[in-house]
């Protein structure tokens, strides 16, 4: 006769879990973070303690991309979420859903109010997020005049686009009336003839010296703003609630800068292999038309007055001349890449894109845009990042 | 004269993309091919001079709000 109650492990394991993730399906927990880790997943997984007794918590990247700060080892937190156990391992964990500075309290409670509210009334919404002008000829900024992060931003728009002319708002980014002064700079910008960006932003600083950027009357400028706007604060970690309502958010007030502008390098290269492209398709164009004035010579030369046939070849000869002179000028870059030139435009080289996965199909020496462009019983070629492959011919 | 110049920069750049599109026309004749190449080049050296020389140019203008807390 079989002794009463034997479990198995896995029947145990299954009451425990049911026991527990009922009883315990919301509770909210304080205490501090260690062995925080940022898995390259995206979610997170930490032991949150305190003197007695820790806990494992795992956040999901679907709830931590939500968490405005960035959580590091020591540091008090509040959690919110529910226990899960794991029969495999016979353990259990807080599955986090919501996590708080417990430090920082009262602003940081002021932050996520505002930013609820926000967000229910649309400001976040991504379909009013607009687009940059690809080469602006007049960004404003509104910052402060004295600050590390107007250096910065001249200093990067020097480098990269000098042709652009700025037009600064000061303003005041920290302490008290300081986000009135940051909405009116905006306001000013809108008014002002031919801007066609606005960025706003300031250097590092505490959560408290960042605050201008996170109150209501900032927020509501930046969502008026007719010009599109930039929000550049603080550094790759802060967050500001103008970061979510801007256009587009940027790490840094230099990113921000960066992002506007085309590299000045960029478009000089792709200039100059624009020239060598040019000439490369000027040269393929009149060596055919010399082909065909020669065969047209050679045919029908005898019914043709003999000084037409001597002035059409001498234009030939000049032109030739012309372009070998121009050639002579650009043998450096007789590479040719027309399409360098937008690429360069958008902000970034091709090389950048490719890295990305894409590849360019050419044929000929030329960019094939479409499949049915393509002519696949020839040979063409693929450009990957980094090699180039040579395709003899394809089957459709 | 700023400004003007700026905007030569962005017009340039756009009227290089038509000539590179132009010129992919095999149906064009001499004359126009050579006006077309001889005006990219002109165009391309004009843009890359221009960005040799450029200095930044900021202006800046007065926050009322400003002023009334700084004083």
């Not at chain 1, 905006?186 to 008014?191: D, K, P």
């Amino acid at each position: 006769m079989p002794e009463p109650n034997i479990l198995t492990v896995a029947r145990l394991t299954y009451e425990i879990k049911n026991l527990l993730e009922d009883s315990f399906d919301d509770v909210i927990v304080t205490g501090e973070l260690s062995n925080f880790k940022d898995h390259y997943s995206g979610h997170w997984y930490f032991t949150l303690k305190d003197a007695d007794a820790q806990i494992s918590c795992s956040m999901w990247s679907s709830n931590n991309k939500k968490v405005f700060f960035k959580p590091q080892d020591g540091m008090k937190v509040i959690v919110r979420g529910k226990i899960t156990v794991y029969p495999p391992r016979g353990n259990y964990q807080i599955d986090v859903r919501e996590m708080r500075n417990a430090g920082v309290g009262d602003l940081q409670m002021a932050f996520e109010a505002l930013k609820q509210k926000l967000m229910s009334e649309g400001l976040f919404e991504q379909s009013r997020k607009r687009k940059l002008p690809k080469i602006p000829q007049k960004i404003g900024i509104v910052t402060s005049r004295d600050g590390a992060a107007l250096r910065d931003m001249t200093a990067a728009a020097q480098r990269r686009f000098p042709l652009i002319e700025i037009v600064l708002v000061p303003a005041k980014v920290q302490g008290a009336g300081a986000a009135e002064t940051i909405a009116e700079g905006i306001r000013i910008l809108n008014q002002t003839e031919g801007v066609e960006v606005i960025i706003i932003g300031r250097g590092g600083g505490s959560l408290e010296d960042l605050w201008p950027f996170n109150e209501e009357v900032t927020a509501r400028a930046v969502y008026n703003s007719e010009i599109p706007v930039i929000s550049g604060v603080g550094h790759e970690v802060d967050f500001t609630i103008s970061d979510f309502v801007a256009d587009v958010r940027a790490a840094t007030p230099t990113a921000a800068m960066e992002l506007i502008t085309p590299d000045q390098s960029d478009i000089r290269a792709a200039l100059n292999e624009f020239s060598a492209g040019l000439t490369g398709t000027m040269e393929d164009y009149i060596k055919q038309q010399r082909d065909v004035a020669d065969s047209f010579l050679k045919s029908a030369g005898a019914r043709v007055p003999a000084d037409l046939i001597r002035f059409s070849t001498q234009r030939l000869d000049y032109a030739l001349y012309k372009l070998n002179q121009s050639m002579e000028n650009n043998r450096n870059s007789l590479r040719s890449k027309l399409e360098q030139l937008t690429a360069a435009i958008s902000h970034g080289d091709i090389n950048r894109t490719l890295r990305r996965g894409f590849a360019i199909v050419r044929q000929e020496g030329r960019i094939v845009k479409s499949g049915a462009a393509l002519n696949a019983a020839e040979e063409f070629e693929i450009n990957f990042h980094d090699k180039t492959i040579g395709i003899k011919s394809g089957k459709e | 004269m700023g400004k003007s110049k700026e905007t030569k920069f962005r017009d340039k750049i756009s009227r290089l993309e038509e000539i590179a599109s132009s010129l992919e026309d095999t149906t064009l004749d001499l004359e126009d091919a050579l006006k077309l190449y001889e005006e990219g080049m002109i165009l391309a050296k004009e843009c890359t001079e221009q960005l040799k020389g450029a200095e930044l140019k900021i202006t800046e203008l007065k926050n009322k709000l400003l002023n009334d807390i700084a004083n």
